[in-house]
Antibody
Framework: QVQLQESGPGLVKPSQTLSLSCTVSGAVVDSSGLNWAWLRQNSGKDLEWMGSIFSSGSGHYNPSLRGRLSLSVDTRENQIALKMISVTAADSGVYYC?????????WGHGTMVTVSS | DIQMTQSPSSLSASVGDRVTITCQASQDVNKNLHWYQQKPGKAPKLLIYNTSNLQTGVPSRFSGRGSGTHFTFTINNLQPEDFATYYCQQSGNFPPGITFGRGTRLESK
């Protein structure tokens, strides 16, 4: 079955760029009809959709993050990549990748990110 | 942005009880409302999609209803494994937006 696994640095300094990867197993990441998303959860347990990348190649981003966030697909590694620039402490939390079908029906386990100097 | 107001924020109940959680959207989201369960240290799990459709493998004691701006999620005959936090999520105006409610923590009385 399809599984997702997030990975990345646990600690990032303020103003730096956060880079995360989500490895997809059990499916080819750029298969037609497969869409992917990144979401995050802060320490207060609020869930936030960050953005989605569709099999058509189009990306959609939370307006609150537009300009800082970019998502891409790495077909060689079968991964979905997240890059977010100019991070602050408010970007700390658990980051999840998920399959996007109007809802999120498959999630990775999540990876904790702390933004601190 | 569509705001999702979820209530109550916390709820105490006993095994065998029936519990209901409500989500109110600030704009019409049609039937694009979904419910998740999250246990400590775990990712959210989809329970109900498009207001009332049970995700594969989810017990039938979970149900959802509503449309437009008012939605409810009900657990009948509460089981010990149901104590968790529940979130609603709308996708009615995607793109651009997808938003979640702030969650309901269901605790054992």
């Amino acid at each position: 079955q399809v599984q997702l696994q997030e990975s990345g640095p646990g600690l990032v300094k303020p103003s730096q760029t956060l880079s995360l990867s989500c490895t997809v197993s059990g499916a080819v990441v750029d298969s037609s009809g497969l869409n992917w998303a990144w979401l995050r959860q802060n320490s207060g347990k609020d869930l936030e959709w960050m953005g989605s990348i569709f099999s058509s190649g189009s990306g959609h981003y939370n307006p609150s993050l537009r300009g800082r966030l970019s998502l891409s697909v790495d077909t060689r590694e079968n991964q979905i990549a997240l890059k977010m620039i100019s991070v602050t402490a408010a970007d700390s939390g658990v980051y999840y990748c998920a399959r996007h079908n109007n809802f999120f029906d498959l999630w990775g386990h999540g990876t904790m990110v702390t933004v601190s100097s | 942005d569509i705001q999702m107001t979820q209530s109550p924020s916390s709820l105490s109940a006993s095994v065998g009880d029936r519990v209901t959680i409500t989500c109110q959207a600030s704009q019409d989201v049609n039937k694009n409302l979904h419910w998740y369960q999250q246990k400590p240290g775990k990712a959210p799990k989809l329970l109900i999609y498009n207001t009332s459709n049970l995700q594969t493998g989810v017990p039938s004691r979970f149900s959802g209803r509503g449309s437009g701006t008012h939605f409810t999620f009900t657990i009948n005959n509460l089981q010990p494994e149901d104590f968790a936090t529940y979130y609603c999520q709308q996708s009615g105006n995607f793109p651009p937006g997808i938003t979640f409610g702030r969650g309901t923590r269901l605790e054992s009385k």
